[in-house]
């Protein structure tokens, strides 16, 4: 996985990251708590890093340690959607 969402995120879900994803990678649904981005699609471009308005995104070796866990809760998300 190259880019995690991370817990700023959690109520904001501002879907500027949305817009300009060019792999279409990011997902959430209205009942969602935040956004996600699928492991298996994120080509690493970082696009939508810059664009986050809470920074919420990091790439995986920058993610702070705090958040670490956003990295599995990313991919479980799509574990789930994917079933």
Known sequence: MAYVIAEPCIG??????VDVCPVD????????????ID???CIDCA??????????????SALP??????????ADYFKVKKK
């Open 12 to 17: 904001v879900k501002d879907k500027a990251c």
């Open 39 to 41: 492991p298996d699609e």
């Open 65 to 74: 340690e705090k958040w670490k866990h956003y990295t599995q809760i990313n």
């Open 25 to 36: 990678c990011i997902h959430g649904t209205d009942e969602d708590q935040m956004l996600y």
């Open 47 to 60: 696009a939508c890093e810059p664009v986050c308005p809470v920074t919420a995104i990091f790439e995986l």
